[in-house]
Every structure is written in structure tokens, then in C-alpha cells.
T-cell receptor, first 119, second 115 residues
């Protein structure tokens, strides 16, 4: 099966500029996640969608970050305006469902990420 | 929320030796514990996972153990090879409610296997 697609792979912008990232999840996966991975740290969840609804955006800096998942498929993550501390890899992931009891395989698959450098 | 601590931050072993990475978690409701391997510039890839109804799981040279009472789990790699060199992340998640599927990651362990 095709993996999680992300673009662009790399982006360099000046602080206070805006930037957008795109993600196309695995076909049929209902749940989509955006993670931020700062160099030397583990990924941190920014936002989680179930179809086109937001499940968890408690860690999303809403004054500058926004995300949408129109039609419950592709998603975009936007930063406006960017700060130096936003330099990180932005990973998109998808899984087939929220999960249930039993022997469920989350099928949690990451994309290759977008490396953002803010200068 | 959940807090996952991971040790050590760096680990160097000789080829053929074993490597052990340990993680602790704080939320007793967490019940799913995956391990990811991330090579430089690449995506995290799931290498093994364990659910809270199981104490140990093995897949060839890789094994994971879970102690729910102590809230810690460990990754064991035997007969290490240079291609095992990467950053390894542990994570914890909780089924149920609005946080289904959300992973809380440790800070990672840089494993280096010397030939």
C-alpha cells in the first residue's frame, strides 16, 4: 500500500513569514495526526483528526498554528507568523481507526516529514 | 497528561553484544507501548509494540518487556549489528476516550553499534 505522503520535504523561511505543509494519509485511514519533532527530542502531538473533525488540539499553539482536514482526507498545517523556535521536522501520521478493545493493530504510519528551518 | 522518561540518552555497544533501553510512564491508564526506530533524516518506523495484557513480546532479535505495576517497559536487542545504529523512541498511549491513538514519546536513545 502507498505510504503517508508529505510535501514539501524541506522549507527555509524567515521569521514572521508564513508556511504551509501538506499531508495525504494512507487511503481509508480515518485518523490523521500532525507531530512536531524538534532536534534531539521525541515527536510531540500538535493535532489529531478523526475524519474531518478535531479530536485533540490541546498542544497546538493556536495563536500561530492552524490545521484543517477538509473532506476527511488530505490535511494542511499552517504556521503564521513563524518563529525561530518553530524550526523542526513536522511529521504527519495516519491510522485506520481510533481503536477498540481486542487485538487491534493501530497501523500507525508516519510520513517522511517536512524539515522546517526558520532563520 | 502522560509523561514518558527514556534512558539512556546514548548507548554504545560492540557488535554482537546486547543493548537494553528502558522507559517509564506516569499514566496507569496507558495500555499500548510501541517502540520506533529512526535513522538519520528518515521517518520513525515501528519495530515492536506491546499491549498491557502481555508481559513480554519477542520478534527475532528484538524483545520488549512490560511491568505494569512499576510502570516501566524495556527494549532488548540481542546480537546487535551495525545496521541497528539509530535513534530509538519508546512511546505510550491509552485506549478509550478522546486520546485514543495519541502517542507520548520519550526523548530517544542514540544507539551506536561498533563493528
Amino acid at each position: 500500500e502507498a505510504g503517508v505522503a508529505q510535501s514539501p520535504r524541506y522549507k527555509i523561511i524567515e521569521k514572521r513569514q508564513s508556511v504551509a505543509f501538506w499531508c495525504n494519509p494512507i487511503s481509508g485511514h480515518a485518523t490523521l495526526y500532525w507531530y512536531q519533532q524538534i532536534l534531539g527530542q521525541g515527536p510531540k502531538l500538535l493535532i489529531q483528526f478523526q475524519n474531518n473533525g478535531v479530536v485533540d488540539d490541546s498542544q497546538l499553539p493556536k495563536d500561530r498554528f492552524s490545521a484543517e482536514r477538509l473532506k476527511g482526507v488530505d490535511s494542511t498545517l499552517k504556521i503564521q507568523p513563524a518563529k525561530l523556535e518553530d524550526s523542526a521536522v513536522y511529521l504527519c501520521a495516519s491510522s485506520p481507526s481510533l481503536g477498540e478493545t481486542g487485538n487491534h493493530n493501530y497501523g500507525y504510519t508516519f510520513g517522511s516529514g517536512t524539515r522546517l528551518t526558520v532563520v | 497528561g502522560e509523561n514518558v522518561e527514556q534512558h539512556p540518552s546514548t548507548l554504545s555497544v560492540q557488535e554482537g553484544d546486547s543493548a537494553v533501553i528502558k522507559c517509564t510512564y506516569s499514566d496507569s491508564a496507558s495500555n499500548y507501548f510501541p517502540w520506533y526506530k529512526q535513522e538519520l533524516g528518515k521517518r520513525p518506523q515501528l519495530i515492536i509494540d506491546i499491549r498491557s495484557n502481555v508481559g513480554e513480546k519477542k520478534d527475532q532479535r528484538i524483545a520488549v518487556t512490560l511491568n505494569k505495576t512499576a510502570k516501566h517497559f524495556s527494549l532488548h536487542i540481542t546480537e546487535t549489528q551495525p545496521e541497528d545504529s539509530a535513534v530509538y523512541f519508546c512511546a505510550a498511549s491509552r485506549r478509550g476516550g478522546s486520546t485514543l491513538g495519541r502517542l507520548y514519546f520519550g526523548r530517544g536513545t542514540q544507539l551506536t553499534v561498533w563493528p
